[in-house]
């Protein structure tokens, strides 16, 4: 059971947009910022989103994110194939003084 | 660039202590006041968070493993290591290294991930 809840599962044709939820409570995103990931099939987790809405050099700006309250969400607009892969959310847990990590959500592009 | 890179055994059996050694390169270890970090993925499954370190050797772990975990750093080999004693099947995962310099910043650089069997 992840700290993070994320949908197991999300999906979007060609060219549309998909969004993925990430809840927590006021111990983790109501307090400190989240950081999404990007997880190809047999590769190590790539660094999406940080600091809520920043993207890292080289992620195109088709991946944004978003806060509000003990909530985030990531949006990916103009879905390519190349964006089927898991997503993961992240953040710092003040009480349990480490970081947590939602269970991560399939994204299927149709 | 700085690269991780995870070494270490592939199979280790029950009730022995599984260790794993993270060499950075491109960068100093020291330099830049970066985190360490553990963390690990069963197959099929979610990432969880082990435990990090700092340059200065001041660690955190996560409290659900905390018992068992030791993660120590070897300035002069550039490298960090994770030990966790006791291990049973379900700590079978892949195990990988990352860091991050500050929480706001996120796990900005991983290592490609070491895949450890807890078997008989």
């Known amino acids: 059971q992840s700290v993070l809840t994320q949908p197991p599962s999300a999906s979007g044709a060609p060219g549309q947009r998909a969004t993925i939820s990430c809840s927590g409570s006021?111990?983790?995103?109501?307090?400190?910022?989240v950081s999404w990931y990007q997880q190809l099939p047999g590769t190590a987790p790539k660094l999406l989103i940080y600091?809520?809405?920043q993207r890292p050099s080289g992620v195109p700006d088709r991946f944004s994110g978003s806060q509000s309250g003990t909530s985030d969400s990531l949006a990916i607009s103009g879905l390519q194939s190349e964006d089927e892969a898991d997503y993961y959310c992240?953040?710092?847990?003040?009480?349990?003084?480490?970081?947590?990590f939602g269970g991560g959500t399939k994204l299927t592009v149709l | 660039q700085v690269q991780l890179q995870e070494s270490g055994p592939g199979l280790v059996k029950p009730s022995q202590t599984l260790s794993l050694t993270c060499t950075v390169s491109g960068g100093s270890i020291s330099s830049g006041s970066y985190y360490w970090s553990w963390i690990r993925q069963p197959a099929g499954k979610g990432l969880e968070w082990i435990g990090r370190?700092?340059?200065?050797?001041?660690?955190n772990y996560n409290p659900s493993l905390k018992s068992r975990v030791t993660i120590s750093v070897d300035t002069s080999k550039n490298q960090f290591s994770l030990k966790l004693s006791s291990v049973t099947a379900v700590d079978t995962a892949t195990y990988y290294c990352a860091r991050y310099r500050s929480i706001a910043a996120g796990f900005d650089s991983w290592g490609q991930g070491t895949l450890v069997t807890v078997s008989s």
């Open positions: 992240a953040a710092w847990d003040d009480s349990l003084n480490g970081w947590v």
């Open positions: 600091n809520n809405n």
């Open positions: 006021s111990s983790n995103i109501g307090s400190n910022t």
């Open positions: 370190i700092y340059t200065s050797g001041s660690t």
